[in-house]
């Protein structure tokens, strides 16, 4: 048995499993049937006050139930009634697993239970991975068919990653992001029914309207206070969680990839993996939460994470697909003046694309606008001292494309039924394995030839007609794309170690744990009229940290809101993230321009404290929005405060900085002012918002004496 220090420790006399993070302990048993139940998750406890501790059983007391703990992965079979996280389908016909623990593995920070079935060959092994740093707990599924060639398929309905259990509380309250298109990562929170609730997408991306994440508490939890128990699945195609709070006060959630339907076939010898399903539990609430996960994705997902995000130029909201060599070197020209450390050549430069309508697929530049090929615009773009960024959307197809003409095959689709077409374009069916090696091939060759420094990598349109012509099990579809989609990424990382990559599906529509851990940010959205942005920001930062999240500043109006907004006003709601620029420059003002470099460069001062900092939001959307960033020695501090519009009579309240050290001093680095840590830590700082509406403020404090 490893020493009790262990942050991983398994008990074989009394099958008892704990996990440690410094801040949490999570428990689980096997019980007397085989299955690993749910024993604890929350706060400290010591291992003889867990192993004292009963399984966690539900209070119905009733022969219509079986009295048992919650499983660790629900199998369906037995007494069991709620949704179940494994539902397979053996050769005779017959459901369910009904597990032997046969053993386990315990190696440094990970635990694995392997588990067979008593009558068929199918074994399962849970995962468990402890990230220390960040109060993180992994978890994931193998699925093994472990019968010989003569044993016939099984069918998996249903494979999640991990069933995770609340305890018992009065009440339920669950926090969780939804949106569209230009409306992504709105947070709610809603009291939870009495009822199943699915948290899923059905479109073969993560999706803009729901995230695979989701935060409980019971009803009274703050930014600053109150016990949360938050996961987050890893995963980039169709998932589905599905929260069951029953009648007698018990709440269990399970989840994993794919939606609710399909079936895989496993055969003799073959292993299904799931995804990361990670949880997390803290006492200090909402806020506590998300540092942690921004820990968690800075320590153990993200590829580089201490690399200072660039400021981006980026040309799509200027030249939409109006893109040439010219129009391009005159915005660089103005992007590098201003500051910008990488340019991005975005849509339209490559094939027959002078709008939606075509070349998707095609990804040669258009000799009308780059007769001499994208070299000469690499080259400048370097001369000017920026890196070089270029765009693609490789996972679709315009039917009007050399590529379509050539492999009218290599699309999903159904043979029987209408292609649906979104945004006129169709899509690649990149569980092929020709189809993925030529994506892999083109995007290196595109990096190789070009000197790219940097990959925008799009997707503009979900699943539709899931098809996979004559492949016998086609819902792996659903699967097999988005791995390769991973894959491909991780390839072209490793074999151009500079490279970055920003994932982007119509801004924000595929932005999970999974794509975090092989890119360097997400567009977060194709809004970026500011003050819709402000919302966006906050849902985004309750999983993610700020240094992910690209924000450009973009024209006034706002060319889709038509909202007038000042300069210092935008720069102030994108420099809550990776700061980027978006707008036609060439309109821009001398004044204007001069405006914008120097927040240019006092971005870059902030920098390390947004994309390296802890992140407290002192505020929501409404009103005066603000967040306070914090060195990781609590040194250096920024405010950025944002109030869109102002009433006749009402002053701005001071703001309390509950993250600083009451005992000590801080001094306005602006305003040469001292403030005692005391006074704003309780009565807090007055912000001294400008008079009118888009009012902003950037403070920054350093701790003194
Ligand atoms: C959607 C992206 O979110 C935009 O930034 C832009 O790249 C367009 N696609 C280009 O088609």
């Known amino acids: 048995m490893p020493a009790p220090s262990s942050p991983v420790l398994f008990d074989p006399a009394r099958g008892l499993a704990v996990l440690r993070t410094p801040g949490s302990v999570y428990a689980l048993r096997i019980g007397s049937d085989g299955s690993p139940r749910h024993v604890y998750w929350g706060a400290a406890l010591d291992t003889a006050d867990l192993a004292a501790l009963p399984s966690a059983q539900s209070r119905a007391d009733s022969s219509f139930e079986a009295d048992a703990a919650p499983d660790e992965l629900a199998p369906q079979t037995g007494a069991r009634f709620g949704p179940a996280g494994l539902q397979v389908r053996f050769a005779d016909g017959t459901r369910g697993a009904q597990w032997v623990f046969a053993e386990y593995t315990v190696k440094g920070d990970e635990l694995r239970l392997l588990l067979t079935d008593r009558r068929y060959p199918l074994a399962a092994e849970l995962g468990y991975r402890v990230r220390p740093g960040s109060d993180v707990i992994e978890r994931w599924v193998e699925l093994t068919h472990t019968g010989g060639d003569d044993s016939g398929p099984i069918a998996v309905d249903r494979l999640d990653s991990a069933s995770w259990t609340a305890p018992t509380l009065p009440d339920y309250r669950l926090s969780h992001l939804v949106g569209g298109w230009n409306s992504e990562f709105q947070l709610r929170r809603d009291r939870l029914p009495v009822a199943e609730t699915v948290l899923t997408s059905r479109r073969g991306m993560t999706s803009h309207h729901a995230s695979p994440w989701l935060t409980l508490d019971d009803g009274t939890a703050t930014e600053e206070h109150g016990e949360v128990w938050s996961t987050a699945l890893a995963w980039s195609g169709s998932w589905r969680v599905t929260v069951h709070r029953d009648p007698v006060g018990r709440t269990t959630w399970t989840g994993g990839f794919g939606h609710e339907g399909m079936s895989w076939t496993l055969a003799p ?48 909201e200027a030249t939409g697909f109006d893109v040439d060599h010219d129009g391009q070197r005159r915005l660089a020209r103005l992007a590098a003046r201003l500051g910008a450390e990488l340019f991005v050549l975005d849509d339209g430069w490559f094939g027959a694309r002078t709008s939606d309508q075509a070349g998707l697929g095609d990804w040669r530049p258009r000799p009308a606008a780059f007769p001499d090929g994208l070299r000469p615009l690499a080259d400048e773009v370097h001369r000017l001292g920026m890196a070089f960024g270029l765009w693609v959307e490789p996972e679709m197809v315009n039917r009007d494309s050399d590529l379509y003409r050539t492999h009218p095959d290599w699309v999903v689709h159904i043979p029987t039924r209408d292609a649906t077409e979104l945004r006129n374009q169709l899509m690649l069916n990149f569980a092929r394995p020709e189809v993925e090696s030529w994506a892999h091939e083109t995007l290196d060759r595109l990096v190789r030839e070009n000197d790219v420094d940097w990959l925008k990598w799009d997707a503009n349109r979900v699943v539709t007609e899931a098809g996979w012509p004559g492949h016998p099990d086609p819902d792996r579809l659903w699967i097999d794309h988005t791995c390769a989609v991973h ?62 999240m690209a924000a450009w500043v973009t024209d006034s109006p706002n060319p889709a809101t038509g909202r007038i907004t000042p300069l210092r006003f935008r720069f102030h709601v994108a420099m809550a993230g990776a700061l980027g620029l978006g707008g036609d420059l060439t309109r821009w003002s001398e004044e204007e321009l001069d405006e914008a470099a120097a927040l240019v460069a006092r971005y870059k001062d902030l920098r390390p404290l947004v994309q390296r900092g802890h992140q407290h939001r002192l505020s929501g959307p409404g009103g005066v929005t603000a967040v306070h960033y914090a060195s990781l020695d609590g040194i250096e501090h920024a405010l950025l405060a944002w109030r869109p519009s102002t009433r006749f009579g009402h002053r701005s309240p001071a703001l309390a900085l509950p993250a600083l050290d009451p005992t000590a001093r801080y001094l306005d680095l602006d305003e040469g002012t001292a403030h005692s840590g005391a006074t704003l830590t309780r009565q807090g700082i007055d912000l001294a918002l400008p008079r009118g509406d888009y009012a902003s403020r950037l403070i920054r404090l350093r701790r003194v004496g």
């Open 269 to 316: 010898g073959q292993t299904l993996r799931t995804p990361v399903f990670a949880g997390l539990y803290t006492r200090g609430g909402f806020g506590s939460a998300s540092r942690a996960w921004h820990t968690y994705v800075r320590s153990d997902v993200l590829p580089q994470p201490d690399r200072d995000r660039p400021v981006v130029y980026n040309s799509w």
């Open 487 to 548: 894959r491909i990424m991780d390839r072209l990382r490793a074999d151009h170690p500079g490279l970055g990559i920003e994932a982007c599906a119509g801004g924000g529509g595929r932005v999970d744990l999974a794509i975090l851990a092989r890119t360097d940010q997400a567009w977060t959205s194709d809004n970026t009229d500011p003050v819709d942005r402000i919302g966006i920001q906050h849902g985004f930062s309750q999983l993610f940290p700020a240094q992910t």
